[in-house]
């Protein structure tokens, strides 16, 4: 199995892994962005906070979000995201987590109806310095447990702060 560095450099060569079925799991994710409302907007925000802070908490070998991308592995890519909208969601990482270097690519290809797209890689290295955690009042941080993205807890952030002493 490539690793998620590995994947984000040559997005080309990996891109049928990318599609398969059981991607999903400790190191990769894939999300399909909807953005036709307020509410898809805010939740997929909140999916790439999510998946951005688990990564960076719990992998040493980082973790890559591919976005336009169903679970499924079908290209639904981004064209029918509009501009302003696609920035908003991509920003979410800087304006709604600290404490994470994450790099994004964009890949052109083309869609399930065969028309030319793109999708979208972010890449999340794993943080060995810091917590990575929302930029919220009541910060939250989360950690990766298969497919899952779960709520650090109190227990996991000391665990995590002698790890990265």
């Known amino acids: ?54 990564f960076a908490n719990s992998n040493r070998h980082g973790g890559l979000l591919v976005l336009g991308m169903a679970d499924d592995g079908t290209i639904i890519g981004w064209n029918h995201v509009q501009e302003v909208n696609l920035n908003g969601i991509l920003q979410a990482k800087e304006t709604g987590l600290r404490g994470h270097s994450t790099i994004t690519e964009e890949l052109h290809c083309k869609n399930a109806h065969g028309d030319d797209d793109r999708i979208y890689l972010l890449y999340t290295p794993w943080v060995s310095n810091a917590i990575c955690e929302t930029t919220d009042s009541f910060p939250k941080a989360l950690k990766r447990d298969g497919s899952q993205c779960l709520p650090l807890t109190e227990q996991d952030r000391e665990q995590l702060k002698r790890d990265n002493s």
Do not use: C, H, W
Request: glycine share 2%; hydrophobic share 30%; no cysteine.
């Open 1 to 54: 199995m490539p690793t998620p560095k590995e994947v984000f450099k040559k997005p080309k060569k990996f891109l049928t892994y990318l599609q398969s079925r059981n991607l999903e799991g400790q190191f990769f994710e894939r999300k399909e962005v909807r953005a036709d409302s307020k509410s898809q907007r805010d939740n997929i925000r909140d999916k790439i906070i999510q998946t951005i802070s688990a």
